[in-house]
């Protein structure tokens, strides 16, 4: 049997760790290994509140900026149990959560500050479970994206962590765009502040652009042993070079990927849906769904700043209890450059669709929180225009509703390393319009599963991505064989996540199944 260690900021397996698709991978992969008789331990930061109800295990004594540490293991109970799989929270008052789903904190002035210091605290005391032994005899730790990277950093130069250098990495980028930079000294969340004691490789650990920093996304290029990137397109756009906006590929770390691939440690595999053990919603419920999750969010103390934009979205949605649209666009998705940037910089493309959605009785319903500037881009249209729903919380009763009622899901994402989304709505067979990027070309096939749009240009993409409602729409009202065909097209596409693993197995984990 072998023995896995996924180290990660986010897992879906347990309640409300959660902020996006890594935490559907860091979920549903141990499962797959599960199922070929291995086991796998996996462990995330408590975030001062995901331990309250776990079981205590053990203290997690380490040292950090020359005093000394006490970090606490817990074992929590997952959503649904599964053999070999066991689900851990490492608790230390300084690991905090954040305003980004509890999880992640924004720090606009000095970006991944107060992230940083508690990755530093959480990555160590990952290391120490390991020399305690906690999580028995690993052969693989599997890392996600810059928060777990540190890890590489210790078994790379940390004397207290030669354990370490028994076990076989992997690492999986989730989000290349995010890559945890932080000074390498004369800063309280520096590499220097935190391990004084370890001599500093500046060449080997630093950022190109900025060389008074460490870049942990490329620590984690550079020093694991596989590296993962989440779909076969997205591996070849980021080994060259962004040209933002038209095109964004490896944003500057393509050197370290170009390297990484000519040494055979590049893989890009696609990722996968889950299609059995999945919540179940019930048809006709989305725009109950919707003001059930309003009232419980004007109950919320954190939700007090924006009660009166929640209420004017109640009232608005209340109306389509008795007269539904005709057709539902929908988008979820955090609000970030990444996913809205076309929306950010091109409000009036936003309106456009709106005004031929609503020749249709169409509505258009976006879930999402995230970047304040696109909270209060997304309100302001709410207000001014009535076929425009902002829903702007977290329910999953209200997300599984849009995947099932959606009659289109609309992803135009500036890039996308795979997507999951997109394979939801499918699996209820729901057609796609993406931006043809990354893993979402590999999931959505023009005219056969979906639609995609492009261009050469910023001017050309926004145009297409408009003008595609035109034929879209024209389809659904006037070609409903072809809009079935899609449907089932959609529908019958399998993303599985045996798949993926098998490839994991081979590519990833050099292991002979």
């Not at 509890?102 to 479970?129: L, W």
């Not at 996968?272 to 989305?286: D, E, P, T």
């Not at 979205?313 to 940037?341: H, M």
């Not at 929180?369 to 425009?388: C, D, I, M, Q, W």
Request: proline share 4%; hydrophobic share 35%; aromatic share 14%.
């Amino acid at each position: 049997m072998n023995n896995f260690l996924f180290v990660a900021a986010e897992n879906d397996a347990i309640p409300k760790c959660k902020a996006g698709g890594m935490g559907d991978v860091v979920r549903d992969v141990p499962r797959q290994i599960s199922e070929r008789g291995d086991s796998t331990h996996v462990v995330v930061p408590a975030y001062s509140r995901l331990h309250k109800d776990g079981e205590f295990l053990m203290f997690l004594n380490f040292r950090l900026r020359n005093i000394n540490y006490t970090a606490e293991l817990y074992k929590v109970s997952p959503k649904k149990e599964f053999d070999n799989i066991t689900h851990y929270v490492i608790h230390h008052p300084e690991i905090e959560p954040g305003d980004i789903a509890h999880i992640y904190h924004n720090d606009p002035r000095e970006p991944f500050y107060t992230d940083a210091i508690k990755y530093f605290i959480f990555c160590t005391a990952v290391g120490e479970a390991v020399n305690q032994n906690a999580f028995g005899d690993l052969d693989i730790i599997h890392l996600h994206d810059w928060h777990s990277s540190l890890l590489l950093y210790l078994r790379a130069y940390h004397p207290d962590f030669s354990i370490l250098k028994r076990m076989r990495f992997v690492y999986s980028i989730h989000n290349l765009a995010i890559q945890g930079i932080r000074p390498f000294e004369n800063n309280y969340s520096s590499l220097r502040n935190w391990f004084p004691e370890v001599h500093l490789d500046y060449d080997s650990l630093k950022d190109y652009r900025y060389q008074d920093c460490i870049n942990l996304m490329a620590v984690g290029i550079r020093f694991a042993d596989a590296v993962h990137t989440v779909s076969p397109s997205y591996k070849d756009d980021i080994l060259q070079s962004s040209n933002p906006p038209e095109f964004i590929g490896g944003e500057g770390l393509e050197d370290d990927l170009r390297k990484a691939d000519n040494e055979g440690r590049l893989f890009g595999i696609l990722n996968g849906s889950n299609y059995k053990n999945i919540r179940v919603a019930s048809k006709k419920n989305i725009y109950k769904n919707i003001v059930k999750a309003i009232f419980v969010w004007l109950q919320e103390e954190s939700k007090k700043y924006k009660a009166d934009f929640l209420a004017h979205t109640g009232e608005k949605v209340s109306d389509f209890l008795w007269n539904p649209p005709s057709f539902i666009c929908s988008s979820v998705a955090r609000l970030t450059e990444q996913k809205f940037y076309f929306f950010s910089r091109s409000p009036h493309a936003l309106i456009c669709i709106l005004k031929k959605l609503e020749e249709v009785n169409g509505v258009f319903v976006l879930l999402g929180t995230g970047a304040p500037e696109y909270e209060e881009l997304l309100r302001k249209v709410s207000y001014e225009h009535k076929n425009f729903i902002f829903i702007n919380g977290q329910s999953e009763d209200v997300i599984d509703s849009i995947y099932l009622e959606t009659d289109l899901y609309f992803m135009p994402s500036l890039f996308e390393p795979c997507g999951i989304s997109q394979m939801l709505a499918m699996r209820n067979g729901n057609p796609c319009l993406v931006h043809h990027t990354g893993g979402l070309k590999d999931t959505v096939e023009h005219m056969k599963t979906g639609f995609s749009f492009d261009g050469n240009t910023y001017d050309e993409k926004i145009d297409n991505m408009v003008n595609s409602f035109d034929n879209i729409l024209e389809i659904f009202k006037n070609d409903k064989t072809t809009w079935k065909k899609l449907q089932l097209n959609a529908k019958k596409m399998r993303f599985t996540w045996e798949k993926s693993v098998d490839a994991y197995y081979k590519q990833l984990y050099s292991i002979t199944m």
